[in-house]
């Protein structure tokens, strides 16, 4: 079993930036592959950003493109989102995911391709 907590969440301003973190508890991090979704209130639940095990590939929606990061430290354990240039509709839960898998560079971009999920962080962005 995996347990994800994600922190970092909160209110800001638009324009400004926050850093989501993702802590997973589990021996072998670096043999999952990790994701970023969203989910706003009365809409489904998104994808936002996807990095493979070893952190070599990266995956963004095109709605983040440009102004979203994800990084992973596997020695920590750890999964981040750095979210610049932030905008009232990037205002959701966030929602760090993962899975296990073989391959070292493949991403995986749908709720339904992982199976662990966090709790959430909410993000605000005022206008």
């Known amino acids: 079993q995996v347990q994800l907590v994600e922190s970092g969440g909160g209110l800001v301003q638009a324009g400004g930036s926050l850093r989501l973190s993702c802590a997973a508890s589990v021996r072998t991090f670096s043999t999952y592959a990790m994701g970023w979704f969203r989910q706003a209130p009365g809409k489904e639940r998104e994808f936002v950003a996807a990095i493979s095990r070893g952190g070599i590939m990266t995956y963004y929606a095109d709605v983040v493109k440009g102004r979203f990061t994800i990084s992973r430290d596997n020695a920590k354990n750890t999964v981040y989102l750095q979210m610049n240039s932030l905008q009232p509709e990037d205002t959701a839960v966030y929602y760090c995911?993962?899975?296990?898998?073989?391959?070292?560079?493949?991403?995986?971009?749908?709720?339904?391709?992982?199976?662990?999920w966090g709790q959430g962080t909410q993000v605000t962005v005022s206008s």
């Open positions: 995911a993962a899975r296990a898998t073989s391959y070292s560079n493949t991403v995986y971009s749908t709720t339904r391709e992982y199976v662990y």
